[in-house]
C-alpha cells in the first residue's frame, strides 16, 4: 500500500497502513467465516432434510405396505361375510330341501304301502 | 513464530463452530432413524392376522362349496325319490288294474254300468247250473253313496225294493236284513232281526247281541266292510259302523269259507248276498230260485264255492227267499220267487 505523503496542513492520518492491513484480514477473515457459516448451514441442513426425509419415506413405506395388507384383509374378511351369507341362504334353502326330501320320503313310504298292500290284494286274485 | 500461532489459532478459531455442528451431527442419520415408526412388530401382527383372515376365508370357502354341493345332493335324491313315488304309484296302479281285469275275467261282460263321481257299478248276468241271478260290482269312492234305508223310513214299516229305490233315488237296490212279525199293543209290525245301523246310529233301541250264527254286516265311516258277530255294543260301535243290517250266516270270512248251519247248507233257495273283494269293491248277488223253468235257486254251499271262485274276501247271506230282490235303474232285473216284489223291512240302496 502506498504511503500518503503529509502536508503540514493535512490532518494527521489516525489510521496507519498496518491498520489497514489488520482490518481487511480481519474483514477477511470474517467474511470468510461468514461463508463457512452459511456452507456449514446449508450442509447441516442438506443432511438434516436428508435424514428425516429418508425416515419419512420409510415410515410411509411402511404405513403403505400396512394399509395394503389391512384392503387385502378388508377384501377377504367382505369375500368371508359374502360366503357366510351365501352359505346361511342356501343352508336355509338345504333346510326346506331336507324338508321336501322328508316329505317325499314319507310319500314314498306311503306308496310302497299301497303297492304293498295292492300286491297282497293282487295274491287273493281268483 | 506469532505468525505461525496465528495461523494455527486463528483458523481453529474460526472453524470451532463448525467443528461443534459437525460433532452434534455426527450420528444424526442414525438418531433420526429412530424416529421412524416401530413398524416390525405391528407388521408381524398385520401379516399373522393376514394369514388367519385367508385362511378363514379359504374355510368359508370350502364351506359354501360343501354346502352346495350337499344341497345338489339334497335335491337330486329328492328327483329320485319323486322318480321312485311316481313309478311306486305305477305299479299300484299296474296291479290294482290286474287285479279288477282278474276280477272282471271270473265275472264275464257286465251288462250294465254306472259311473259317478261317488261310485262306480258294473252289472252281471249270474247264469250257472240250475240257478240265475245278477251281480253288481260296486266300487265306492265316496261311503255316503251307501245308504241302509228302513221300510218308508220308519222302523217296524216294510217297502219293496223298487220303492225304496225310487224313493231315495238310488241307483242300485238289495234287500237287506232279515226281520220278523212283532206284535206290540194289538199292531204288527216289521222289526229288522239283530242290530241295524244308519247314518252311524243303531235303529234298534237296544243292543241285541249275536245269538247264534246272526251277524252284522255294513260299512264303516271310511267305506270298508266291517262284519262278523257282536256280543256287546261297544264292541260293535267301536268300529265305527256307518251302515249295516243283520242275518245269518257268514259265508266267507278272511277269504274262508266259514261253517254253514246244517238246515242252511243245502237248500236250494233264492239268495241275497253281500260281500268285499280283497281291493275293497262290494259285490252283491241275488240269485232267484223257486222256479224250476228259471231259476231253482242255489244252496249256501254252493253260493260258497262260487264266492270263492269269485275271489270274494267277506261274504254274508242276507234276507232271501221271496225278499231277494235286485233293482238297477229304475228296473227289477231278478225275478222275485212271489211273482212280485216283497215288501220288507230293510233295504240296501247304492246312490247315484
Redesign the interface.
Known amino acids: 500500500m502506498p504511503k500518503t505523503e503529509q502536508t503540514p496542513n493535512d490532518p494527521v492520518s489516525t489510521t496507519s497502513p498496518e491498520t489497514t492491513v489488520k482490518r481487511s484480514t480481519v474483514f477477511l477473515v470474517l467474511a470468510v467465516w461468514v461463508l463457512l457459516v452459511i456452507g456449514g448451514y446449508y450442509v447441516g441442513k442438506l443432511y438434516i432434510d436428508r435424514s428425516i426425509q429418508s425416515v419419512h419415506q420409510t415410515n410411509a413405506v411402511h404405513i403403505q405396505t400396512m394399509q395394503n395388507q389391512l384392503d387385502s384383509m378388508a377384501g377377504a374378511i367382505e369375500e368371508i361375510q359374502l360366503a357366510l351369507s351365501n352359505a346361511d341362504q342356501t343352508l336355509a334353502t338345504s333346510g326346506i330341501t331336507q324338508e321336501n326330501l322328508n316329505k317325499k320320503i314319507e310319500a314314498l313310504d306311503k306308496q310302497l304301502q299301497l303297492l304293498a298292500e295292492s300286491l297282497a290284494v293282487l295274491k287273493e286274485a281268483p | 513464530m506469532r505468525q505461525v500461532f496465528y495461523l494455527l489459532i486463528?483458523p481453529l478459531f474460526?472453524?470451532a463452530?463448525?467443528m461443534g455442528?459437525?460433532a452434534s451431527?455426527v450420528g444424526?442419520?442414525e438418531k433420526?432413524?429412530a424416529?421412524?415408526?416401530p413398524?416390525q412388530d405391528?407388521?408381524n401382527e398385520?401379516?399373522s392376522?393376514?394369514e388367519s383372515?385367508?385362511a378363514?376365508?379359504e374355510s368359508?370357502?370350502v364351506?359354501?362349496d360343501t354346502?352346495?354341493e350337499?344341497?345338489k345332493e339334497?335335491?337330486e335324491?329328492?328327483r329320485i325319490?319323486?322318480e321312485?313315488?311316481s313309478r311306486?304309484?305305477e305299479?299300484?296302479q299296474d296291479?290294482?288294474q290286474?287285479?279288477e281285469e282278474?276280477?272282471l275275467?271270473?265275472l264275464g261282460p257286465p251288462i250294465d254300468s254306472y259311473r259317478s263321481n261317488r261310485v262306480e257299478i258294473k252289472v252281471f248276468k249270474l247264469d250257472e247250473l240250475g240257478y240265475r241271478g245278477y251281480i253288481a260290482k260296486v266300487k265306492l269312492f265316496d261311503p255316503g253313496a251307501v245308504k241302509v234305508v228302513l221300510g218308508k223310513d220308519t222302523l217296524g214299516q216294510t217297502e219293496t225294493t223298487s220303492s225304496a229305490v225310487a224313493r231315495t233315488g238310488a241307483i242300485l237296490g238289495i234287500n237287506g236284513g232279515g226281520f220278523y212279525s212283532s206284535v206290540q199293543g194289538g199292531r204288527t209290525r216289521i222289526m229288522p232281526i239283530g242290530n241295524t245301523v244308519i247314518d252311524g246310529k243303531l235303529v234298534n233301541r237296544d243292543f241285541s247281541p249275536s245269538n247264534g250264527d246272526v251277524f252284522f254286516a255294513g260299512i264303516d265311516r271310511k267305506g270298508k266292510m266291517i262284519g262278523g258277530r257282536f256280543y256287546d255294543k261297544a264292541s260293535l260301535m267301536g268300529l265305527n259302523p256307518w251302515q249295516g243290517v243283520s242275518f245269518l250266516p257268514i259265508l266267507i270270512e278272511n277269504?274262508q269259507p266259514q261253517p254253514v248251519p246244517k238246515e242252511w247248507k243245502t237248500t236250494k233257495q233264492p239268495r241275497t248276498i253281500i260281500g268285499e273283494?280283497?281291493?275293497g269293491d262290494f259285490i252283491m248277488i241275488v240269485v232267484d230260485g223257486r222256479q224250476s223253468d228259471w231259476s231253482s235257486g242255489v244252496t249256501l254251499e254252493r253260493l260258497q264255492i262260487k264266492l270263492a271262485?269269485?275271489?270274494v274276501?267277506e261274504g254274508y247271506n242276507l234276507d232271501g227267499g221271496g225278499s231277494s230282490t235286485f233293482v238297477f235303474n229304475g228296473k227289477v232285473l231278478n225275478r222275485p220267487s212271489d211273482g212280485r216284489e216283497r215288501p220288507v223291512a230293510t233295504n240296501i240302496v247304492i246312490l247315484p
Open positions: 486463528i474460526l472453524l463452530p463448525f455442528l459437525g451431527l444424526f442419520d433420526a432413524q424416529l421412524a415408526l413398524v405391528i407388521n398385520v401379516n392376522l393376514g383372515v385367508f378363514l376365508r368359508a370357502r364351506m359354501t354346502i352346495v350337499q344341497e339334497y335335491q335324491q329328492q325319490l319323486q321312485l313315488a311306486s304309484h305299479y299300484k296291479s290294482d290286474i287285479y282278474r276280477i275275467a271270473m277269504g273283494y280283497a281291493n271262485e269269485l275271489g274276501k
